[in-house]
């Protein structure tokens, strides 16, 4: 048996939830479709627009906060708020969605039923 993984620590480092070590993702934000470590099944696995809605909220907070700061200390015309805010909203954005993603997906498989995670890609007949 492995020794469990915590989902956070799983999350953050975009790992296999079971294992903590094979790759989660298989490319920018599609999740593998199994664990190259310890081949657990993940083709079914999704969080949904979970990580969408929690990124758009601390990112935008982020990015609005930002430009209140910029317009009241240094009144720069729109070009700028442009060439800061666009890197900081596009790449913030990516990157704390596979976190967050990632996140979900370990708290989902870390809360599903201990018959699910043993039986895991094994048919009931054998």
């Known amino acids: 048996m492995l020794k469990p993984v915590s989902p956070f620590s799983a999350g953050v480092a975009m790992r296999c939830p079971r294992c903590g070590k094979g790759k989660l993702y298989d490319g920018l934000l599609k999740i593998t479709d199994r664990c190259t470590v310890c081949d657990l099944d993940l083709s079914?696995?999704?969080?949904?627009?979970?990580?969408?809605?929690?990124?758009t909220l601390i990112i935008g907070g982020i990015a609005v906060g930002v430009a209140l700061w910029m317009e009241g200390a240094f009144a720069p015309p729109?070009?700028?708020?442009?060439?800061?805010?666009?890197?900081?909203?596009?790449?913030?954005?990516?990157?704390?969605?596979?976190w967050f993603k990632a996140t979900l997906v370990a708290l989902q498989?870390?809360?599903?039923?201990?018959?699910?995670?043993?039986?895991?890609?094994?048919s009931e007949d054998g």
């Open 78 to 98: 729109l070009w700028v708020h442009w060439v800061v805010l666009l890197p900081l909203i596009l790449g913030g954005s990516l990157l704390a969605t596979r």
């Open 109 to 122: 498989f870390c809360h599903r039923s201990e018959d699910y995670k043993e039986n895991n890609g094994k």
């Open 44 to 55: 079914a696995e999704d969080s949904g627009d979970g990580a969408v809605a929690f990124v």
